[in-house]
Structures are given as structure tokens and as C-alpha cells.
């Protein structure tokens, strides 16, 4: 499997030193668009073929690999079999939860997302949201999915000015993404996640890669990293609903197949490069 060369040259850097020197690497990835096909249901999310079998042989080849999702830990890993993975580490709701070796940690959610939680169903009647208009509860944020209505985008504009308004009142954050609305908790991001995550396990490489706009957080922690030395590559998971994702990326694959690509890729080169 041939590996695809980054864009820019800080990526090319960064791919470079991760495969001269893949046991101080970390490489981190989202979930939802990125291993796993973006679908109507988010409950029936899967991963793409040989993406855990990717990062299970890409585990036992470099320093560590994470997950870092909007889901919650233990969601992300039930749906995507990622305790397969050996040693993985998933940090859920933009890292406020984590799961490592079977075990969620958390704190408590903010009581903000309770008074979401209350509000929101009275708040879409009220608009009278389109039909196909549905909250997902993940437990310590709430979101509403526009991709089942008859316009998403539009249902989203009439939405968002009142979702707003609500996570203002509720002292949440909205965070906007592919056909979807989400309220969560402020100082919370995947960016924030990420770096402390590298500040905890010290990689000099580190590789991200994501498909939204909640992913741009982690895009500039790896730019940021890089002004500290550590070499940073920047993977999108392209789509067509979001181009600035693919816009900020060092490498731009072909969706959750193209990163199942990389995965193999990465793999072979660091063999190849190893002598394994």
C-alpha cells in the first residue's frame, strides 16, 4: 500500500519523523466521519472496514494511538470495537471523559446540560422543527441532527439563533458540525484534549486526523505544538459538507476508506522503514 505524501512541508516534516522514529509518536484520531461513515442514525455508527484492524496493527508499531470524539468514551467504544485496539486511549466528550483499559473516568456534568435537557423538546415544538428534526442526549451534552429533514441546512438556520440562546442561558457552549447543533460544555474542545494529552505522554510526532468543523480545535493544538518541537501532520477525512476542514489539512484522504488506506500505509512504511 502505497503511502500518500502531505501538501505542506511541515506535514511532509512530520510524516518523515514519524516514520524515522515511530516509537515517540502519537497518533490521534476523531471518530464520526473519520473511522466510521457519517450515517442518519448515529446509534447505528460503525466503524469502516479494516479501520480496527488498522489501528491494531498501527498500535503495536508506534508510541500511542487515541481517539478523540465528541461521543461519549464508552459509546465510542462499544460502536467502534476499540478495545480491540491494544492500549488505546479514548477521550470522549472533547476529552472530559476517558476510557483506557476498560475503565471511563469522568466528572460530573455541568448542570447546564440538565436544564438543556429539560428545555429542548419545548424549545423545537416551539419552532416547529421540521420533521426529521431529533435530539441526540449524549449524557453530558445534548444535539440536534437536521440530516433526516427535507432541507438540513435550512432547518439549521431557523434553529440555531434559538439554540444559541439557550446554551447562553444554560452557560454552554454551541458547537456547530455536519447537519448538526451541538450544546456542551464550555473549555471543552478536541484541541484542549489533544494537548493535554501530548503534554502527558510526550510524543515528538504527533498525527490528528478529522472530517468536521469540531476538529479545527485539534488541527491548531498541532500547529501550536509545533512551534514547542514537537513535528505535527494534519489528516482531513474529506467530504463534501465541510470544505474547511480539507482547507487547513497538511493530507487530504478520500473519506473513512481513505483513511482506512493510510492506516495500511503508515503501517507498511513503518515496517519498511524499521525492517520488520
Same mark, same amino acid.
Given at each position: 500500500?502505497?503511502?500518500?505524501?502531505?501538501?505542506?512541508?511541515? @506535514?511532509?516534516?512530520?510524516?518523515?519523523?514519524?516514520?524515522?522514529?515511530? &516509537?515517540?509518536?502519537?497518533?490521534?484520531?476523531?471518530?464520526?466521519?473519520?473511522?466510521?461513515?457519517?450515517?442518519?442514525?448515529? =446509534? +447505528?455508527?460503525?466503524?469502516?472496514?479494516?479501520?480496527?484492524?488498522?489501528?491494531?496493527?498501527?498500535?503495536?508499531?508506534?508510541?500511542? /494511538?487515541?481517539?478523540?470524539?465528541?461521543?461519549?468514551?464508552?459509546?465510542?467504544?462499544?460502536?467502534?470495537?476499540?478495545? =480491540? /485496539?491494544?492500549?488505546?486511549?479514548?477521550?470522549?466528550?472533547?476529552?472530559?471523559? =476517558?476510557?483506557?483499559?476498560? =475503565?471511563?473516568?469522568?466528572?460530573?456534568?455541568?448542570?447546564?446540560?440538565?436544564?438543556?435537557?429539560?428545555?429542548?423538546?419545548?424549545?423545537?415544538?416551539?419552532?416547529?422543527?421540521?420533521?426529521?428534526?431529533?435530539?441526540?442526549?449524549?449524557?453530558?451534552?445534548?444535539?440536534?441532527?437536521?440530516?433526516? +429533514?427535507?432541507?438540513?441546512?435550512?432547518?439549521?438556520?431557523?434553529?440555531?439563533?434559538?439554540?444559541?440562546?439557550?446554551?447562553?442561558?444554560?452557560?454552554?457552549?454551541?458547537?456547530?458540525?455536519?447537519?448538526? /447543533?451541538?450544546?456542551?460544555?464550555?473549555? %471543552?474542545?478536541?484541541?484542549?484534549?489533544?494537548?493535554?494529552?501530548?503534554?502527558?505522554?510526550?510524543?515528538? +510526532?504527533?498525527?490528528?486526523?478529522?472530517?468536521?468543523?469540531?476538529?479545527?480545535?485539534?488541527?491548531?493544538?498541532? &500547529?501550536?505544538?509545533?512551534?514547542?518541537?514537537?513535528?505535527?501532520?494534519?489528516?482531513?477525512?474529506?467530504?463534501?459538507? %465541510?470544505?474547511?476542514?480539507?482547507?487547513?489539512?497538511?493530507? !487530504?484522504?478520500?473519506?473513512?476508506?481513505?483513511?482506512?488506506?493510510?492506516?495500511? @500505509?503508515? +503501517?507498511?512504511?513503518?515496517?519498511?522503514?524499521?525492517? !520488520?
Amino acid at each position: 500500500m502505497s503511502l500518500p505524501r502531505p501538501g505542506t512541508d511541515a @506535514g511532509r516534516t512530520a510524516l518523515d519523523a514519524l516514520l524515522n522514529a515511530p &516509537a515517540s509518536a502519537l497518533a490521534a484520531f476523531d471518530f464520526d466521519g473519520t473511522l466510521a461513515p457519517i450515517v442518519d442514525d448515529p =446509534r +447505528t455508527s460503525a466503524p469502516y472496514p479494516g479501520i480496527v484492524e488498522g489501528l491494531a496493527d498501527l498500535a503495536g508499531l508506534i508510541g500511542s /494511538v487515541a481517539v478523540v470524539t465528541g461521543r461519549p468514551a464508552g459509546t465510542a467504544v462499544r460502536l467502534g470495537e476499540l478495545d =480491540r /485496539v491494544p492500549g488505546i486511549t479514548v477521550l470522549g466528550h472533547y476529552g472530559a471523559e =476517558r476510557w483506557v483499559g476498560g =475503565r471511563v473516568v469522568a466528572a460530573p456534568a455541568p448542570p447546564g446540560v440538565e436544564l438543556v435537557r429539560e428545555e429542548l423538546p419545548g424549545l423545537l415544538d416551539g419552532l416547529n422543527a421540521p420533521e426529521g428534526t431529533w435530539i441526540e442526549d449524549k449524557g453530558r451534552s445534548l444535539a440536534v441532527h437536521t440530516r433526516r +429533514t427535507a432541507d438540513p441546512d435550512g432547518a439549521l438556520t431557523l434553529l440555531t439563533p434559538a439554540l444559541s440562546e439557550l446554551a447562553r442561558r444554560a452557560e454552554l457552549q454551541v458547537e456547530p458540525g455536519r447537519m448538526v /447543533v451541538e450544546l456542551r460544555p464550555q473549555g %471543552v474542545d478536541k484541541g484542549a484534549a489533544l494537548t493535554a494529552l501530548v503534554a502527558e505522554s510526550g510524543p515528538r +510526532t504527533v498525527l490528528y486526523a478529522g472530517d468536521d468543523l469540531g476538529d479545527l480545535p485539534a488541527f491548531a493544538a498541532v &500547529a501550536a505544538l509545533r512551534d514547542q518541537g514537537v513535528a505535527g501532520l494534519t489528516v482531513c477525512s474529506s467530504s463534501d459538507e %465541510v470544505a474547511a476542514v480539507a482547507e487547513a489539512a497538511d493530507l !487530504v484522504v478520500p473519506g473513512p476508506a481513505g483513511l482506512a488506506d493510510l492506516l495500511r @500505509g503508515l +503501517t507498511d512504511a513503518v515496517r519498511g522503514a524499521s525492517g !520488520v
